[in-house]
């Protein structure tokens, strides 16, 4: 595998890591490959909370339903009556014509594979904007073009446990620069994950989106990814706190606890990352505490405890 790995990549594995044999860089690259594998589950309860949150308060200030038309074009009615008059009007809420492009594009491809016919709901389209889409239109609530107040009805909205909100409120410019902030850290890692980048060097970032701390050693690395994982599970928190415990109450967080452990990056480097290395780390974590009536099955035809019947 080393040798399909580019020259570039490899020595930054070796130069950070220290590495002295290939099976220990075998093991650096797995463990990084593990990591990004754990983070997954916990940026995408972020992200799908997150689009839904903000679709839903969009959804309610046009249309007062949950899930309203406010992103696509219209048919206009007058063109029926004058050819000359444009087909489509314009979606509700304005967005840049990079938006546009985006909702145009996605319903295209939405009905290139359903039946002749199908009507593309808002639910579609949402499911299938990038990340990025969301971005951008946190940053344009503020634009003259807008009604004035809709930054603030809309961020309300879609996040109320938002800290801090009696100082900063949610119209005012600074609000929305710091979610915006922390939304390009949080898209930027996201993005590390998706190209299969390097994980060690991320930089940290503090509850504003300010970058701090860069990683210089391995130590670091995993006291700095898991303060990334707790961001994402505080920022969770700001659509509500339900979300925040239900990600650090879940089989993916502990997990990744695991693996963002200086023995588990050991353990990887030991065993070169091959078949049996996720599970040498998971075997030596602690568990989490359960209640004793939680660890019993339902069934009297088992009386083991539930965590012993996945090993």
């Known amino acids: 595998m080393l040798s399909h790995l580019a020259a570039p990549r490899l020595a930054t594995i070796q130069s950070f890591f220290k590495t002295t044999t290939d099976k220990d860089t075998l093991g650096c690259y797995a463990w990084n490959q593990a990591i990004g594998a754990g983070m ?3 940026l995408g309860d972020l992200e799908v909370s997150f689009r839904n949150a903000l679709h839903r308060a969009l959804s309610q200030h046009y249309g007062g339903i949950d ?33 546009v492009q985006d909702v145009s594009g996605i319903v295209v491809k939405i009905k290139g594979k359903k039946p002749a016919g199908y009507v593309v709901t808002p639910d579609d389209v949402v499911a299938a904007l990038p990340f990025g889409f969301w971005e951008v239109l946190i940053a344009g609530l503020g634009h003259a073009s807008h009604p004035p107040g809709i930054q603030a009805i809309i961020l309300a909205a ?7 909100t009696l100082t900063v409120p949610y119209g005012d410019n600074a609000f929305k620069t710091r979610m915006t902030k922390l939304l390009k850290m949080i898209r930027d890692t996201r993005n ?6 390097s994980l060690w060097g991320m930089p940290e970032f503090d509850l504003h989106g300010i970058v701090g701390f860069i990683p210089r ?13 707790d961001r994402i599970r505080w920022f969770a928190g700001w659509i509500d706190p339900g979300i925040s415990r239900y990600i650090q109450n879940s ?23 091959r078949a049996g290395s996720y599970r040498a780390v998971l075997d030596a974590a602690e568990y989490p505490r359960y209640e004793k009536s939680s660890l019993r099955t339902h069934s009297c035809k088992f009386r083991r405890p539930l965590l012993a019947l996945f090993y």
């Not at 309203?68 to 007058?78: D, F, G, I, K």
């Not at 879609?158 to 801090?164: L, M, N, S």
């Not at 391995?218 to 006291?223: G, I």
């Not at 502990?254 to 990352?273: D, E």
């Open 40 to 42: 997954l589950p916990i």
């Open 251 to 273: 089989d993916h967080w502990w997990s990744l606890q695991a693996l963002l452990h200086r023995r588990a990056l050991a353990a990887y480097r030991q065993l070169g990352g």
């Open 217 to 229: 050693r391995p130590r670091h690395t995993v006291v700095s990814l898991r303060l990334f994982a």
């Open 192 to 197: 590390r994950i998706g190209h299969h980048d």
């Open 158 to 164: 879609a996040f109320p446990q938002a800290p801090d």
């Open 67 to 99: 899930s309203y038309n406010w992103m696509m074009q219209q048919s206009n009615p007058a063109h029926a009556i004058n050819p000359a008059a444009p087909a489509l009007l314009p979606a509700m809420h304005k967005l840049p014509s990079k938006s």
